[in-house]
């Protein structure tokens, strides 16, 4: 049994003894490294951290393993000698003059339009005004009753949007627009800063060559579209005259409304959009040229109104934004009514006491 065990311990010896001998001849396998400048290991779009600070950075701000590593990320600043050119605004159709036809432009005669003149308002005496109450509101001219706004067709007095027939009043000095810091008309605006109020702005634009090389950057004016001032504000007065036991309504200034946004377009509270007035107009003063431009009338042609007619024979749709009956902080109906609908509820109840104090003046 000694020899047994002898022979085989002497076995297990030499087994281990080749296992040893080849365990050290044996090559080991070596674990590859990508070489520094390979897209491998080099920081991805997700925000990794660079492991060569040389490596391109990608358009994202993060290190680029892609692109030769001597090249510099391109700029968006304008290059210093590459020349920059102002090139002169071609103007809005909308707010320029619109040359006249040579011809007569209509199967008839027209002449009364330019010299129509509007009626003049009936006194009131101060004395015989004994119930008065301001009232604002806003047209909205995305309503079906208020198109005619919008009615961007092109005659011999300019374009037919109101907004243009304003601008055009303005720019000829026949009309004085006042600054919408106030609506008590206290600081004119000369027409250069309406103007300037009505534009968009500045870019800068690069111009490339077949290459897709920069040549140079033009300074361009950014041009407001006119269908874009879709609101307008209204500022009047209702008056009860005793001597004629009446209840007029006389409209004071009318403002043009603008959206406010960011640059990028978006609202300056999101899902909110805030509007502004640009300027004022003094509604009376404006009558006389509201008077010599005609209305759109979408069944008639040939029965259209006046400017002035309209807005005297009250042919608008608007909601009623404030007013001075129980107002003391002289507050608008947005600044403490914040559900829509209550404030046109809130409205239609400001409109209900000024028609029930004429009413509730006579006796059946």
Same mark, same amino acid.
Request: proline share 6%; aromatic share 10%; no cysteine.
């Given at each position: 049994?000694?020899?047994?065990?002898?022979?085989?311990?002497?076995?297990?010896?030499?087994?281990?003894?080749?296992? *040893?001998?080849?365990?050290?001849?044996?090559?080991?396998?070596?674990?590859?490294?990508?070489?520094?400048?390979?897209?491998?290991?080099?920081?991805?779009?997700?925000?990794?951290?660079?492991?060569?600070?040389? #490596?391109?950075?990608?358009?994202?701000?993060?290190?680029?393993?892609?692109?030769?590593?001597?090249?510099?990320?391109?700029?968006?600043?304008? #290059?210093?000698?590459?020349?920059?050119?102002?090139?002169?605004?071609?103007?809005?159709?909308?707010?320029?003059?619109?040359?006249?036809?040579?011809?007569?432009?209509?199967?008839? $005669?027209?002449?009364?339009?330019?010299?129509?003149?509007?009626?003049?308002?009936?006194?009131?005496?101060?004395?015989?005004?004994?119930?008065?109450?301001?009232?604002?509101?806003?047209?909205?001219? @995305?309503?079906?009753?208020?198109?005619?706004f919008r009615y961007a067709a092109d005659e011999d007095n300019g374009n037919q949007r109101f907004?243009?027939?304003?601008?055009?009043?303005?720019?000829?000095? &026949?009309?004085?627009?006042?600054?919408?810091?106030?609506?008590?008309?206290?600081?004119?605006?000369?027409?250069?800063?309406?103007?300037?109020?009505?534009?968009?702005?500045?870019?800068?634009?690069?111009?490339?060559?077949?290459?897709?090389?920069?040549?140079?950057?033009?300074?361009?004016?950014?041009?407001?579209?006119?269908?874009?001032?879709?609101?307008?504000?209204?500022? $009047? &007065?209702?008056?009860?005259?005793?001597?004629?036991?009446?209840?007029?309504?006389?409209?004071?200034? =009318?403002?043009?409304?603008?959206?406010?946004?960011?640059?990028?377009?978006?609202?300056?509270?999101?899902?909110?959009?805030?509007?502004?007035?640009?300027?004022?107009?003094?509604?009376?003063?404006?009558?006389? =040229?509201? *008077?010599?431009?005609?209305?759109?009338?979408?069944?008639?042609?040939?029965?259209?109104? +006046?400017?002035? $007619?309209?807005?005297?024979?009250?042919?608008?749709?608007?909601?009623?934004?404030?007013? +001075?009956?129980?107002?003391?902080?002289? @507050?608008?109906?947005?600044?403490?009514?914040?559900?829509?609908?209550?404030?046109?509820? &809130?409205? $239609?109840?400001?409109?209900?006491?000024?028609?029930?104090?004429?009413?509730?003046?006579?006796?059946?």
């Amino acid at each position: 049994m000694n020899m047994k065990n002898l022979r085989v311990g002497m076995l297990l010896v030499l087994v281990l003894a080749a296992a *040893a001998s080849n365990a050290q001849t044996k090559p080991r396998k070596k674990t590859s490294r990508p070489p520094a400048n390979s897209g491998y290991g080099q920081p991805s779009g997700y925000g990794n951290p660079p492991a060569n600070n040389n #490596q391109q950075q990608s358009g994202y701000g993060n290190q680029s393993g892609y692109g030769n590593n001597n090249q510099q990320q391109q700029s968006n600043k304008p #290059q210093a000698n590459i020349p920059i050119v102002v090139v002169p605004s071609s103007g809005n159709p909308a707010l320029d003059s619109i040359k006249p036809s040579l011809r007569n432009d209509a199967s008839i $005669e027209r002449n009364l339009v330019k010299d129509r003149q509007p009626l003049a308002y009936e006194h009131i005496r101060e004395d015989d005004a004994v119930y008065r109450q301001r009232v604002w509101r806003e047209i909205d001219t @995305r309503e079906k009753m208020n198109l005619a706004f919008r009615y961007a067709a092109d005659e011999d007095n300019g374009n037919q949007r109101f907004i243009a027939i304003l601008l055009n009043a303005i720019r000829s000095r &026949e009309l004085t627009a006042f600054d919408a810091s106030d609506d008590r008309f206290t600081t004119p605006l000369t027409p250069a800063k309406v103007m300037e109020a009505f534009s968009g702005g500045l870019d800068t634009v690069p111009v490339y060559d077949m290459n897709g090389d920069i040549t140079r950057y033009e300074v361009r004016a950014r041009e407001i579209d006119p269908d874009s001032i879709y609101r307008f504000r209204i500022k $009047e &007065e209702w008056v009860f005259d005793k001597e004629s036991s009446r209840l007029f309504v006389r409209i004071l200034g =009318i403002a043009p409304i603008k959206r406010l946004t960011r640059s990028d377009g978006t609202d300056i509270i999101p899902g909110q959009p805030e509007f502004a007035p640009m300027f004022w107009i003094y509604y009376p003063d404006s009558r006389s =040229i509201l *008077a010599k431009y005609e209305a759109f009338n979408g069944k008639n042609y040939g029965a259209r109104m +006046t400017w002035e $007619e309209l807005f005297e024979n009250r042919m608008f749709s608007s909601y009623i934004t404030k007013s +001075t009956i129980d107002n003391p902080y002289d @507050r608008t109906l947005r600044s403490y009514i914040k559900d829509p609908i209550l404030r046109l509820l &809130e409205g $239609e109840n400001i409109k209900e006491k000024i028609f029930n104090y004429e009413q509730d003046l006579w006796s059946y």
